[in-house]
């Protein structure tokens, strides 16, 4: 079958890469001039990095970055409210991979370039608007310098991001994305390795937050890239989400002063931090489509989402692997299409709806609200059996759940 997909992020590589292993001839296009990795770093969960592991991508991006150990949560004074093993060290087949978002994204550029071949990687392309009709769906886009061109193909799939021009071509009323009230700031640090070395962290609560984690190895002067984000409610905001906009750490720095832990300098990481980027914290209400006929969303066009329990990226791959096999089970597209958003469209808007309440960060601020000055021991904080609900209701949610043996 011959796919056009519009967009060379995450989502779309993977697309394209899944569905050029399952014969199909696939064709990708980016608005970009010039595709560069962007961001900082980004989790790669197991369900995820197992789709990716069909690819024989894996091994690569392990290579890159690090095997997730544990993620722990902590309150604001570091005192551990959970923690749980992660990826193979939780029984998955696939690992939990931390590591730089643009090394995930030039892994599955230069694969897409190889497997695909160059010419079917157009840079500088954005899509317009499409046509989609019972015989094909046509694709409208523009260069930079304003030409126009179009494109025929048996199937659209539209993964161009938060603010798609398909889903506005859908939904002209729905306006811009939703902001959460909160800003993060991203960046990484060399820093020595904290807890196990390859540990991931949630402190602090709803309306203050600090996650980091290792995206590389030990270098040899005992340091380790530290990614990081911190959070904060600001009133509002009127900046567009740009994954490259820099600001001075002094933005949010003071209120993060006293987060000194007994292992984790909170403030000495964030002064040490090589460059950082303000991104505000968005999504969309769940569609009630996603599909229109030969045409389909996937990835942040479809579902944008909170960045909460890592799981962007790793849904849109997700997406992936559901359209790939709805091709393999539905001959006729339009089929095959509406057999894709039925599975995957409930899925993902429960995500968007549990990541608005915190997701499994829930504990963090179920902590903060009934012993806000800390406490002696967590099982004084929470009932029995209470944090592992929370954690097992997310991981079910999110389609988390190791395999049975």
Known sequence: MKITIAGAGIGGLATALALTAAGHDVTVYEAAAHILPLGVGINLLPHAAEVLAGLDLVDELLAQGVATRELVYVNRFGQRIWGEPRGRFAGFAAPQISLPRGGLQLTLLQAALRRLGPERIIAGRRLTGFEAGADAAVAHFETAAG???????????????????????????????????RMLWRATSMAKPFLTGASMIMAGHQNQ???????????????QRINWIAELVVAQTLSREDWNRQVDASV???????????????????????????????DRDPLPHWSHGRMTLLGDAAHPMYPIGSNGASQA????????????????????L????????????AIVRANRQNGPEQC???????????????EDVFAAGELE?????????????????
């Open 389 to 405: 609900a929370i954690a097992a209701r997310y991981k079910a949610l999110t389609g988390l759940v190791k395999p049975p043996a």
């Open 209 to 223: 937050k600090f996650v980091c984690y290792p995206i590389g190895a030990v270098q040899p002067d005992g340091l």
């Open 317 to 336: 791959i997700l997406d992936a692997r559901a359209l790939t096999q709805a091709l393999a089970a539905h001959a006729d597209p339009v089929e095959a």
């Open 364 to 378: 963090m601020q179920l902590a903060h609200e009934r012993a806000p000055d800390g406490f002696a021991r967590i």
């Open 252 to 282: 949010f720095l003071p209120r993060f002063e006293s987060w000194r832990f007994d292992w984790l300098d909170v403030p000495g990481l964030i002064r040490d931090a090589e460059a950082v980027y303000e991104f505000p914290m968005v």
């Open 338 to 349: 509406a057999a894709y958003e039925a599975d995957r469209l409930p899925k993902t808007a």
């Open 147 to 181: 030409t126009t061109g179009s494109v025929a193909s048996d199937i659209l799939v539209a993964a161009d991001g938060i603010h798609s021009r398909a889903r506005a071509r859908l939904y002209p009323d729905e306006g811009s994305p939703i902001y959460s009230g």
